[in-house]
Nanobody
Framework: QVQLAESGGGLVQSGGSLRLSCTAS????????MSWYRQAPGTERELVAT???????LYADSVKGRFTLSRDNAKNTVYLQMNSLKPEDTGVYYC???????????????WGQGTQVTVSS
């Protein structure tokens, strides 16, 4: 089984910064892709940013230039640095990982429990 541990959420004023972390642990051969999603009340979950093991990081248009996603492959950890936060960034942020538990396994999706980010105006 694979677990995703998230940390770093909280309350911040508009224009402030937060850094989210997510670490995958358990039976892991390889973590192919790691991503952050968010969900505001009454809305669908949306992709914020995604980073493959090797390759280009992609961002939602709404966060480009403000958020930076980085990855430490040795630690199976991703970091989402969020700057110039806006009230519309408020929501529950979920970590997602596409993981191969063994070299013979197909990759499967795993989710963290979510961490609340609240940006006050």
């Amino acid at each position: 089984q694979v677990q995703l541990a998230e940390s770093g959420g909280g309350l911040v004023q508009s224009g402030g910064s937060l850094r989210l972390s997510c670490t995958a642990s358990g039976i892991i051969f390889k973590v192919n892709v790691m991503s952050w999603y968010r969900q505001a009340p009454g809305t669908e979950r949306e992709l914020v940013a995604t980073i493959p093991e090797i390759g280009t990081t992609l961002y939602a248009d709404s966060v480009k230039g403000r958020f930076t996603l980085s990855r430490d492959n040795a630690k199976n950890t991703v970091y989402l640095q969020m700057n110039s936060l806006k009230p519309e960034d408020t929501g529950v942020y979920y970590c997602n990982a596409l993981v191969m538990p063994t070299q013979w396994s197909r990759a499967a999706d795993f989710w963290g429990q979510g961490t609340q980010v609240t940006v006050s105006s």
